[in-house]
């Protein structure tokens, strides 16, 4: 990497697309690393692939916790990018992977204690949560692993390099399915370990994706360009920045998928079945909103880059483009799904009955995910403006809504699950409504991180 490259954005096709393809390569090996993990644990029985909705949400919290903390360090690389003031990334790097420490420490230590109880009193069997602490006290040490690997994403996104994010998640999707399919069934000469073989095979896998990514990035030359390790003290105004910039969004999406957690507690109380089917919908929604997320990550980090350029009366055109890429790509998705539903179901080897329960979940969750399309994109430019308080209390409506709605249809009145998963029309469309009217009010023209 040139020392003297300069690290702002042009608002082109082209250039949104070279910034969010990468970043949707790097995102879809690890969604389909985590199906074909579902479908290996789909074979040892309908609990199993059940139980693993529960413990994939549990751990999710935690990753969400990072990426909040990772896309606050991303609008803020993105915005010293967009001034060209590359002395400046080094040092938000090294403070970031400090907090993404404590963080992982934190979670560690909730799970190992505190999950255990929470969770003997919110689930109806008794063996489903023995599976979930088993498995969880496992799991979650690849967190702090997890943490600094999206720390890496913040900077190479922020840096305009995202190509380089596809060589760690690979590394990682194929140490992972190995690991699965040796440690699961017992192949290659490992021992046999079932449900928790998945865990220990996830945790090795964030390892080495990590070794090889910070491999990669010192290899090209980003270590050195932008000094990220020359100076690791302690930067009090720095971590006190970033935490501004990224509490807010860890606050958020914490509760996002907590309230989704509390979803699928709600669906456990309605049989196996309908969360083994909801799990497969988590796979499904995870799988194909890729090129969604990626362009919501590339309008958080295109929206910084051009307001520190100055360049504030280009924005909305921006993210115009970018919305549109985002829903062209989720309506082809859109249609593929509801021409071939069952396809995307037998994968699990479950049988004809759980097909045809899932078939109506799934096209409810098609036409959530075109609303998600375009949701993202708008409240990550609103990220990426720096008025992370906005998305927080948007967040905080949009989940008392979601909340509600799942309490009502799933407890209440005990309706299908079908017309749970409605929730998520709900959830994007509150979300969409108060970034729009931000984006356009024009107020965020003059705010400075």
Not at 129 to 150: A, E, K
Not at 260 to 276: K, N
Not at 429 to 447: D, E, R
Request: net charge positive; glycine share 8%; proline share 2%.
């Amino acid at each position: 990497m040139n020392s003297n490259a300069s690290l702002q954005v042009s608002v082109s096709n082209k250039q949104i697309l070279s910034i969010a393809l990468p970043i949707a390569l790097s995102i879809l090996v690890p969604q389909l690393n985590f199906i074909v993990n579902n479908i290996f644990l789909g074979r040892l029985g309908q609990r199993e692939l059940a139980v693993a909705g529960i413990t994939g949400v549990y751990y999710l919290i935690f990753a969400v916790v990072g990426q909040g903390l990772n896309n606050g360090l991303q609008a803020l690389i993105s915005r010293r990018a967009g001034e060209n003031r590359m002395d400046a990334i080094g040092s938000l790097f090294a403070q970031g992977v400090r907090i993404s420490i404590v963080l992982a420490v934190a979670g560690i230590i909730i799970t190992w204690f505190l999950a255990p109880i929470v969770l003997q009193k919110v689930l109806q069997d008794p063996l489903s949560v023995q599976y979930c602490v088993q498995f969880l006290r496992i799991r979650i040490w690849g967190l702090p692993f997890l943490y600094l690997y999206q720390m890496r994403n913040a900077l190479l996104v922020g840096t305009n390099q995202s190509k380089w994010l596809i060589v760690g998640t690979a590394t990682e999707a194929i140490c992972n399915i190995l690991l699965d399919y040796g440690l699961i069934y017992g192949n290659f000469g490992l021992p046999s370990l079932g449900f928790n073989g998945a865990a220990i095979a996830s945790v090795i896998s964030e390892i080495a994706g990590l070794v090889v990514i910070f491999w990669v990035i010192n290899f090209n030359g980003v270590t050195r360009s932008l000094d990220l390790f020359k100076n690791f003290k302690l930067d009090v105004p720095n971590i006190r920045l970033i935490l501004q910039q990224s509490a807010p969004l860890i606050l958020q999406f914490a509760i996002s998928i907590i309230s989704w957690e509390f979803f699928y507690i709600l669906i456990e109380h309605h049989g196996t079945q309908s969360l083994a089917v909801s799990n497969t919908m988590r796979n499904i929604f995870g799988f194909f909103g890729c090129f969604t997320w990626a362009f919501a990550a590339t309008s958080n980090s295109m929206v910084s880059n051009v307001i520190g350029q100055g360049l504030q009366h280009e924005v909305m055109a921006l993210i115009r483009r970018i919305m549109f890429w985002s829903f062209g790509f989720a309506t082809i998705v859109f249609v593929l799904i509801n021409a071939f539903p069952e396809y995307f179901l037998m994968i699990y080897g479950q049988g004809a009955d759980f097909i045809q329960a899932g078939i109506p979940v799934l096209r409810i969750v098609s036409i959530a995910m075109l609303l998600m399309s375009v949701s993202v994109v708008w409240m990550n430019a609103v990220t990426g403006t720096g008025n992370s308080k906005l998305n927080l209390i948007t967040e905080t409506l949009a989940i008392i809504l979601y909340c509600l709605y799942v309490y009502l249809v799933l407890e209440k009145w005990n309706l299908s699950i079908t017309i749970g998963w409605g929730s998520e029309w709900l959830y994007w469309t509150t979300l969409l409504i108060p970034s729009v009217l931000y984006m356009n009010s024009g107020k965020w023209k003059n705010k400075k991180i």
